[in-house]
């Protein structure tokens, strides 16, 4: 019983084939999932980059009393002459890779009564300079101080100008304004 050497040879080509297949394909999918995991690390970037972008943009609004003034010109210094927007630089050249949009927008606003108010904090002293009289009998005044409390969202909208990835940002703002202010 033996085996003539002439028909072992065909067999061990195609076996050698088969694993050249194999490994041919392992790599390939290798291959495939990095570049997958390599995209979704750039697109990972590129979120970071426009979240902190819009948290900037948000800091900057609020960071000025501006945005309660006229809030269609919330930002102090516009990126190339559009009003209420910022540019980001992220790429390390001189061009704006991030463009901000910020939209501030008055929620409400409420009266402090007097009786709401510290007379000891100097912050609530400035609120009782007097009351004022809106109805009523003459010489008589309501219970409302010279203060209110404004509510505001901010809205800053990042958009990626490489990629058009786009991340938006909503923070709450509570301000005291004085009471004649209206919510524009």
Same mark, same amino acid.
């Given at each position: 019983?033996?085996?003539?050497?002439?028909?072992?040879?065909?067999?061990? %080509?195609?076996?050698?084939?088969?694993?050249?297949? %194999?490994?041919?394909?392992?790599?390939?999918?290798?291959?495939?999932? !990095?570049?997958?995991? @390599?995209?979704?690390?750039?697109?990972?970037?590129?979120?970071?980059?426009?979240?902190?972008?819009?948290?900037?943009?948000?800091?900057?609004?609020?960071?000025?009393?501006?945005?309660?003034?006229?809030?269609?010109?919330?930002?102090?210094?516009?990126?190339? !002459?559009?009003?209420?927007?910022?540019?980001? !630089?992220?790429?390390?050249?001189?061009?704006?890779?991030?463009? *901000?949009?910020?939209?501030?927008?008055?929620?409400?606003?409420?009266?402090? @009564?007097?009786?709401?108010?510290?007379?000891?904090?100097?912050?609530?002293?400035?609120?009782?300079?007097?009351?004022?009289?809106?109805?009523?009998?003459?010489?008589?005044?309501?219970?409302?101080?010279?203060?209110?409390?404004? *509510?505001?969202?901010?809205?800053?909208?990042?958009?990626?100008?490489?990629?058009?990835?786009?991340?938006?940002?909503?923070?709450?703002?509570?301000?005291?304004?004085?009471?004649?202010?209206?919510?524009?």
């Amino acid at each position: 019983m033996t085996t003539s050497p002439h028909r072992q040879r065909g067999a061990t %080509l195609i076996v050698s084939l088969i694993m050249l297949l %194999l490994i041919t394909m392992l790599a390939i999918s290798s291959f495939t999932l !990095g570049k997958s995991n @390599l995209q979704i690390v750039g697109n990972m970037q590129q979120r970071n980059q426009a979240f902190a972008a819009a948290q900037a943009a948000v800091a900057t609004v609020i960071s000025s009393t501006q945005f309660t003034l006229t809030p269609t010109n919330a930002v102090p210094a516009p990126c190339n !002459g559009m009003a209420n927007t910022t540019c980001a !630089g992220v790429n390390g050249n001189t061009t704006n890779d991030i463009i *901000v949009t910020v939209t501030p927008s008055c929620d409400s606003i409420q009266p402090i @009564l007097v009786t709401q108010l510290n007379f000891n904090n100097p912050n609530d002293q400035g609120c009782l300079v007097g009351a004022s009289q809106d109805f009523g009998v003459a010489g008589a005044s309501n219970n409302n101080s010279m203060c209110s409390n404004s *509510v505001w969202e901010i809205q800053a909208s990042a958009t990626d100008q490489m990629s058009s990835a786009n991340y938006v940002v909503d923070q709450g703002v509570a301000l005291r304004v004085p009471s004649t202010a209206t919510c524009p």
